[in-house]
T-cell receptor, first 113, second 114 residues
């Protein structure tokens, strides 16, 4: 699976959009981009994933660049409860690495009042 | 009720003891996983199972064994616990229809080996 690079930490004001970047320059054509978050030692929580098109759900939006070498997770109106570690993961949706996620160290997002 | 449960939630044990961590799920998923997390680090995969008859080693399986007793139950055993197995352990599940990468995690078991 492709390696990802994320900033170790970011801050955001409550109510503002939080934009979390991720670089995955070695991503291959059949690999998806997944985002998870982990709130203070709780089990990680799936947020969103995409292949090449932008995706949106009730939690967030995912913007993937046209060359697929980077992506941005957007939390449109961050709240204090969004303070967490955010993991960007690139993984195959099939094949022998199917279901095997590699969690890096992620980005610690701190939302301030 | 939680969809993925883990027991115990906290455990303190001594070096050399046998420990079993249990995971149960009510999501009806076929795939189950065990991860460990050390302080300040991401999760690392220990074992995974795609169905009752399929068990696979993950990134760090040495010192661990697993048992998939039923589709809903996946246990992790430490045959002879050692201090560097002190960590936070997570169980997760996924469903083949989602591609296996949308995983649902349990609340974790905090294990301390003295």
């Amino acid at each position: 699976d492709a390696k990802t690079t994320q900033p170790p930490s970011m801050d955001c004001a409550e109510g503002r959009a939080a934009n979390l970047p991720c670089n995955h320059s070695t991503i291959s054509g059949n690999e998806y981009v997944y985002w998870y978050r982990q709130i203070h030692s709780q089990g990680p929580q799936y947020i969103i994933h995409g292949l090449k098109n932008n995706e949106t759900n009730e939690m967030a939006s995912l913007i993937i660049t046209e060359d697929r070498k980077s992506s941005t997770l957007i939390l449109p109106h961050a709240t204090l409860r969004d303070t967490a570690v955010y993991y960007c993961i690139v993984a195959n949706a099939g094949g022998t690495s199917y279901g095997k996620l590699t969690f890096g160290q992620g980005t610690i997002l701190t939302v301030h009042p | 009720d939680a969809d993925v449960t883990q027991t115990p939630r906290n455990r303190i044990t001594k070096t050399g003891k046998r420990i079993m961590l249990e995971c149960s799920q009510t999501k009806g998923h076929d795939r189950m996983y065990w991860y460990r997390q050390d302080p300040g680090l991401g999760l690392r995969l220990i074992y995974y199972s795609f169905d009752v008859k399929d068990i696979n080693k993950g990134e760090i399986s040495d010192g661990y064994s697993v048992s998939r007793q039923a589709q809903a139950k996946f246990s992790l055993s430490l045959e002879s616990a050692i201090p560097n197995q002190t960590a936070l352990y997570f169980c997760a599940t996924s469903d083949w229809t989602s591609g296996g990468n949308e995983q649902f995690f349990g609340p974790g078991t905090r294990l301390t080996v003295l």
